[in-house]
């Protein structure tokens, strides 16, 4: 009965203790990139933009990020890996369309056939952070048409 007890708790503890050095905190900011004609109908004609904005008010400066691509007829897309990034206490920055474009390019992830790119940007950090996403368009005049902020709620991870 000992011997058993022993090897549970030898197969156990590394998973525990590799779960304790995960960050605690998640965030999923949705995002969307794109110059819609109409083609496919999953989004008006019109150019989108996505702007996530990520405050550190704390003395903690490292989090991890990463990126994932939603495609249409509900088909998994795929995403990057975590990517491990600083930000100095009370200061902020900002992931836009170009920073996430980019991201995805490099690591290979394939983008939907459309011109329509959107997904998620998936925040871990070891403490909480402040996250706003912005979201404006246009239609057919160079004028924004909508403007919208959203904060991202905070998940706390097992």
Known sequence: MIKKLLAALVVLVPVVASAQNLPPYQYAAKYVCARATGQPL???????FTSINVHNFNKETGFLKRFTVSLVNEKAGGGTKWISTGLPTERSM????????????????PLPPSQVVEGFVIIRSPVELDVIGVYTA?????LVSTLEMERVPVRKMP
């Open 42 to 48: 999953n989004f008006a004609p019109g150019t989108y």
């Open 94 to 109: 900002q992931i836009d369309c170009g920073n996430i474009l980019q991201h995805l390019k490099q690591e290979g992830v």
């Open 138 to 142: 246009f239609g057919a005049g160079s």
